[in-house]
């Protein structure tokens, strides 16, 4: 505390503090003035969250100083360019901004909230950031306005982390091993990019309704509930890269403008996209859900590319339409890959491998060819009604339980060859614009080939 004393026995640039703060605040007002860092650290050593209080007094810094600085005019107009920078500070009373209006920047690091921190509403045209905090109590920024970027990584919130409806000009960044009991973004607004980076949320993210205007991009997250994103609107890519979420990831209606990728997304029960829109590719890398993949109703204006790495209950197209191609290569559905009256503007190619249960491409249009090579559909191969503007191309090692080809069109050619069919294939009223080719030890239980 002598040391201190003398730190501050010098008179400050600013204006001239008053007799009821303590030296530290003092001492981390003079630094301020000087647009410098108040690094409480420098003093008095790094902190660790588990530390008592009697051995953090000598850190405390109280809200009414923060206060005073931030909003009585005498102080404010003496803040630098370089905004309100103070880390390593501790403190031990509620720290309440709500509504409140700041002209500077304000960067609060390394700091330890006791009581919570309320920033609801608050207003800022600068960037607010409270980088490797730990909370012990909730954070809320209800409907809180923040001008520039927005920055938590690092940040440890023992309660609820509250960001509903918030609106923020550049980027909000959560990350850097961050945790949270739960996080709430529903209803915000992101001017820039969201990007939640290394983040462990104990109970389940909320991200519905929220609109950001650039991009999307979750990497090294873990979710213990599930991930809730339904009628959101990002309208750059969004990606989600080694991610490991125990619930559902649900996307209802949810719009992406550019690609979306899943890649080495694992334990999630099952992901819903339907009724969503993607404004260019969905790419499918590494993802393994014990559930289906449902994109009923989905607008994609690209493709669907789903690799080898990727394990799942199924994949539902049932009304979609692809703008592009589906490719799905080395890939194991469990369940059915569902697209029953769906529409795709390009190729449908299953190979390299990939084990299916069951595919239902029921009264579904295909604007070129369909093609499945080395490939194994444990059940019915159901074509039925199916419109082809190329040719459907059946080829090597290709496994089925049966096939069901009634009442198909084929604008070119049917080849079925190299084919093993344990069931019946089955190929009544069918309408072959080109040839039909079937051989190359072909094997069938049964065919019925009738009124073609």
């Given at each position: 505390m002598a040391l201190l004393e003398s730190l501050v026995s010098a008179p400050s640039v600013g204006p001239r503090t008053p007799g009821g703060w303590s030296p530290l605040e003092r001492w981390v007002w003079d630094r301020i003035c000087q647009g410098r860092t108040a690094n409480i650290n420098l003093l008095n050593g790094r902190f660790r969250p588990s530390d008592s209080f009697s051995s953090m007094s000598d850190r405390v810094i109280r809200p009414h100083f923060l206060r005073t600085i931030l909003f009585d005019p005498l102080y404010q107009q003496a803040i630098p360019t370089q905004g309100v920078r103070i880390e390593g500070a501790w403190f031990a009373e509620p720290v309440d901004l709500e509504g409140c209006r700041i002209a500077h920047?304000?960067?609060?690091?390394?700091?330890?909230?006791?009581?919570?921190?309320?920033?609801?509403?608050?207003?800022?045209?600068?960037?607010?950031?409270?980088?490797?905090?730990?909370?012990?109590?909730?954070?809320?920024?209800?409907?809180?306005?923040?001008?520039?970027?927005?920055?938590?990584?690092?940040?440890?919130?023992?309660?609820?982390?509250?960001?509903?409806?918030?609106?923020?000009?550049?980027?909000?960044?959560?990350?850097?091993?961050?945790?949270?009991?739960?996080?709430?973004?529903?209803?915000?607004?992101?001017?820039?990019?969201?990007?939640?980076?290394?983040?462990?949320?104990?109970?389940g993210f909320c991200l519905e309704d929220l609109r950001v205007t650039g991009g999307g991009y979750f990497q090294d997250i873990q979710a213990f509930g599930g991930f809730s994103m339904n009628k959101s609107k990002i309208e750059g890519a969004l990606t989600f890269k080694n991610i490991r979420i125990l619930g559902r990831v649900t996307m209802q209606g949810c719009d992406v403008g550019e690609n979306?990728?899943?890649?080495?997304?694992?334990?999630?029960?099952?992901?819903?996209?339907?009724?969503?829109?993607?404004?260019?590719?969905?790419?499918?890398?590494?993802?393994?859900?014990?559930?289906?993949?449902?994109?009923?109703?989905?607008?994609?204006?690209?493709?669907i590319f789903c690799d080898s790495r990727t394990h799942?209950?199924?994949?539902?197209?049932?009304?979609?339409?692809?703008?592009d191609r589906v490719i799905i290569s080395g890939s194991t559905l469990k369940g059915t890959l569902a697209m029953e009256e769906c529409r795709v503007n390009g190729d449908v190619l299953l190979g390299a491998g990939a084990v299916l249960g069951e595919v239902n491409m029921r009264k579904a249009w295909i604007g070129h060819r369909v093609t499945m090579l080395s490939m194994t559909v444990e059940g019915c191969l159901n074509m039925e009604g199916i419109q082809v503007g190329g040719n459907v191309e059946l080829y090597e090692e290709g496994r089925f339980g049966s096939?069901?080809?009634?009442?198909?069109?084929?604008?070119?050619?049917?080849?079925?060859?190299?084919?093993?069919?344990?069931?019946?294939?089955?190929?009544?009223?069918?309408?072959?614009?080109?040839?039909?080719?079937?051989?190359?030890?072909?094997?069938?239980?049964?065919?019925?080939?009738?009124?073609?």
């Open positions: 920047g304000l960067w609060l690091h390394a700091c330890h909230f006791d009581q919570g921190l309320n920033l609801n509403q608050l207003i800022t045209t600068n960037t607010l950031s409270l980088e490797n905090c730990w909370c012990a109590a909730g954070v809320t920024l209800d409907r809180a306005t923040i001008g520039n970027d927005f920055v938590m990584a690092g940040c440890s919130v023992k309660d609820e982390l509250n960001m509903k409806n918030m609106r923020v000009g550049g980027i909000l960044s959560l990350g850097g091993q961050a945790q949270f009991r739960s996080l709430d973004l529903s209803g915000s607004r992101i001017g820039k990019a969201l990007m939640l980076l290394g983040t462990m949320v104990r109970e979306l990728l899943f890649r080495d997304v694992t334990e999630c029960a099952a992901i819903d996209l339907g009724a969503g829109h993607i404004g260019r590719h969905l790419m499918l890398n590494g993802v393994n859900a014990v559930g289906p993949f449902n994109l009923e109703k989905t607008t994609i204006r690209g493709g799942c209950g199924g994949i539902s197209l049932l009304n979609g339409e692809i703008g096939i069901n080809l009634r009442h198909a069109l084929v604008q070119n050619t049917l080849a079925i060859v190299g084919v093993d069919c344990v069931g019946p294939l089955e190929m009544i009223a069918i309408q072959v614009k080109g040839h039909v080719f079937i051989g190359g030890k072909t094997q069938s239980q049964h065919v019925q080939f009738q009124n073609t």
